[in-house]
Each structure stands twice: as C-alpha cells, then as structure tokens.
C-alpha cells in the first residue's frame, strides 16, 4: 500500500509534504516545531497557515512538479509574520534562490520573514540570516515529540521508510536523513535484512565518531565494507580497520572491530581472520593453553564490565572454519566453535558452568591450523521484548586487553 505521505514524485517533494501533514494535523505540534526553529513563542498559533509550494492566497497548481517555478518549498504564516522553508536532499542551496524567496515574501506584504534550510547535512557556506535544520536532527526532535504527539510518530517512522527507499534507490549515497537511536528489533518489531542494512549504516556513522575508540587508532579514512548487496539474509555486518595494522593488506588480513546485526542478536566483536600475518598468529600461539587462556579472562573480565547495564548480553569467543566456492561468493561454514567466556571459570551469578575445555578447543584449533580460521572475541547483545536503546548500545565504554 502506498503511504500516507507518498504523493509525489520527487524524494524532496514526498518529504515536504510529510512534514506538512504533520504539522498541520497537530497544531501543538507546529507550535512547538516553529519555537525549536525559530525560537518564536509569541505567535497566534490558532490562525497559523501552511502552503507546499505555493504562494500564500494564490491557488494550488496541481502540476507543480512538472515546472520549475522556483516557489519555497514550505510556507509557514500568520499575520505578516512567516517561515519560509526550503527543503534540500541532493541538490545544493542557492544563496540567490533563498534571497529571491525573501524578496517574494516582502512584495505579498510581509515584514517578518524568516528563511529556513532543511538538508541531510550543513552546507559547506553558512549564510548568517538563514536558520539551518537537518533531516537527521529533525529526526531525533521528533522522536523526543512522538511520546506525546502520534504526528510526530508517523513522521519520524517515515523518514526511516524514506531513507530506506531511497537508499535503494541510489539516490541518499553516503547520506543520511535519520541518526542511529538502536536497534529497533524485538518481538513486536521483526528483524528485516533492509532494515538491518539501514540501522547498521547509522551505527558504524555513530561509531566511527566515538572519541574513546581514538585511543584503538581506528582508521576512519577507510569506510568499511565497499557495499552491503542483497535484499534478504539473516544478518549483516560492517568493520572498522585499525591504524596499528596493515591498512594494504585489507580487512581480511589485519585485526578490526566487527559489528553484525543478526536475526536475534546483535555482536561487537574484535575479528583475527584467517589472512594476519604468521607473526601475530605465532604470538597467540606462544602464550600456550594457559596464557591463551588468561588473556581470554582478561577479555572476558572487561567485555563484561562493558556490557554489565545490558540485560541478557554475555562476553563470547569463537572460531570459524569456512571456505568460498569464489572469490565473489559468500562463505560457506565448515564448523563453528562459539562459547560464553564466563565458561573459563564459571559465573554462579549468571548461572554459568565452569567447562574450560571449551577454551582448550578453541587454542587447539588456532595453533593447529590447517584450514581458513577466523577467530572473534566480544559481546552478544540479545533482542529483548525492550528495544536496545543507543544509549547502551553506544554509550557503553568498550575496554580490551592491551596484549
């Protein structure tokens, strides 16, 4: 079924009206938009009046997407007051444009006249007398509104369905129109692989940002996976490369963090693939079953001091053998061994048995290589019947073992 808001052609257009319907269906809502952009709080909020592409007592060209009038994209007045909002997704703001919307607002007898910009980022040139909003942080305002105000609701839920169409569409690139605020999966909210590709694109964004993960010499200048294809799977993932490592040899040759989001679970994870050098894999070798081991304590000891504010998360190892029909193709599992940490030891608290043979498998397997073995240390994150809010998600301080 087509959306509510989906009445036109153009991606800038769809949105516009979007944030018209909203705004018009729920006046405190206006109110309290127009006070957040402009800082107004004075204004004869009953008599307010909203036109898409139109000039205020003019009437409504129903072929207006077919011409280039140069009209504001949304027009918020009452009085002689008014908003004009330009809305841009692609397309770079015209200084003379807006200036030309000033002028128009002047001549149908206006005097208060502010000028807004709307655009998945900040332009690079700042023009002082214009107010500059993005998608993303109108976004996050009104997923604040949405406790109180269903509008609010629907519009933040469409900016999502929009950002996923046209990501699909080619047309969003990089960019984006929404901020990462948790993976929204539960019981209720099903997880769906486009969604996944979404929700993970806004988290490495969010990730990639974090000042403590500067001391781990994150390589920001790579941007992870080239592209995430596909339409259906049961999970996906992305990567941060390290500068510590060698950036020439690619993802699949050095150590990274791993971020995948899966069917039921979401996994942080620091990946040794198969492809590190002889050298590094000799110095996990060296530490013996006993070292390996401590160091896998010691992992344990500070995924879970991470982790310790997320219900149903746990510390985890695992080692993968795999191989590719081509060099294109997926992989295709031979064997996993995945195991709690907290199985070294055990935790009586988390009703955990001790089975340190588990970890004795897992060194075994990596000293006696003779397959493609990756192998991943890190923290399971379980869908709960709560969603996995960002603020445990991101906010929660990542500390690893210095060996």
Known sequence: MRNLFDQYRHPENRLTHALCCCLENDRELLRLFLTWM???????????????????????????????????????FEGEWSLIIENKVMAPV??????????????????????????????KRIVPWVIYRTWPDVFCWMRKQAKHSLWAGYLSEYLQVAEDRMTKELYLGDISLTEFDGIPFNSDHPFTYREAKRVLKLAMTELRKRSDLRKFRINNSQSGRKAITGSQGRGVWDFIQLKAFDIDAGFTGSPHL?????????????????????????????????????????ICTNVERAIRHIKGAYPFMAVSQRHYLSQ???????????????????????????????????YAALANKRSNLHAEWGAVLQYQDAKMQSSHMLNSRPQFSNS
């Open 94 to 123: 015209s200084v003379d444009q807006l200036r030309r919307h000033r002028g128009m607002a002047k001549r149908n007898a206006f005097k208060s006249v502010k000028l807004a910009v709307l655009s998945p980022e900040l332009p």
């Open 258 to 298: 791993t971020l995948v989001i899966e069917l039921h679970r979401v996994l942080a994870i620091v990946s040794i693939p198969n492809g590190v050098k002889a050298k590094m894999r000799s110095k996990l070798i060296e530490l013996g079953t006993d070292g390996f081991a401590d160091l896998s304590r010691q």
């Open 38 to 76: 402009t800082g107004e709080t004075d204004l004869n909020w009953r008599n307010l009046k909203i036109v898409e592409q139109q000039i205020p007592g003019s009437p409504i060209d129903e072929n207006f997407e077919e011409e280039e009038r140069g009209l504001p994209d949304l027009w918020i």
């Open 328 to 362: 294109n193709s997926p992989s295709i599992p031979d064997a996993r061994l995945e195991f709690d940490l907290r199985t070294i030891d055990g935790k009586k608290s988390a009703r955990v048995k001790c089975q340190p043979e588990w970890i004795d498998a897992a």
